[in-house]
């Protein structure tokens, strides 16, 4: 691969980060069985949900977590997770969300979580106080490479987060599959503000 064509990948992974920053689509979280939250729907059972996804819900914690659609060019994928406090409270972020791929039930994916990057920009932690109303993001990239048969290639269908330490997981259903092939590896942006 030239260096050009690395360029142009970067700049077409920072680019749909970077759009889809003020755009990210929130859908309704649920939780892990060993989490307080309950299991959620995540879109109505009807033919035009697909086309509409449901009203963001807010949490016990009062925060609302979605994940925007698939950036992909050339095997590289890439997509922004918004966090919007929709509670009464500040809410404190810093540094790198704690990451899970999950299955279509639900099940782990041995897969490493990379934080920091250089396939997108990562401006690195920092604290984070949001406001009531006001939304975080950080970012995901992962490649879809599949280098051995004989391994079963990673299909993830939800993405666990746990925005901080401490904090309970919020499952959000991922807007595309995170097809992470056998790489095992997603590499993650720390949280910053959202762009309006």
Do not use: H
Request: hydrophobic share 35%.
């Amino acid at each position: 691969m030239t260096l050009t064509q690395r360029t142009s990948i970067r700049l077409l992974a920072a680019a749909a980060l970077l759009g889809l920053a003020g755009c990210g689509t929130e859908t309704a979280p649920g939780a892990a069985p060993s989490e307080p939250y309950p299991v959620l729907p995540t879109r109505p059972a009807t033919p035009s949900s697909a086309a509409s996804p449901a009203p963001p819900v807010c949490t016990p914690e009062g925060i609302s977590i979605g994940m925007g659609e698939v950036s992909a060019a050339m095997g590289l994928r890439a997509a922004t997770i918004k966090l919007r406090n929709c509670g009464d409270r500040p809410y404190r972020l810093n540094g790198y969300p704690e990451l899970r791929v999950l299955s279509a039930d639900r099940q782990p994916f041995d897969v490493t979580i990379v934080q920091g990057t250089t396939q997108i920009k990562d401006g690195g932690p920092k604290p984070l106080t949001i406001r009531p109303g006001g939304s975080a993001v950080f970012g995901i990239v992962w490649r879809n490479l599949v280098t051995d048969p004989t391994t079963t290639a990673v299909a993830g269908r939800y993405l666990e987060v746990r925005p901080a330490p401490g904090r309970p997981v919020v499952i959000v259903e991922a807007d595309g599959p995170l097809d992470l092939g056998n790489t095992g590896r997603l590499e993650e942006t720390a949280w910053g503000p959202a762009r309006r």
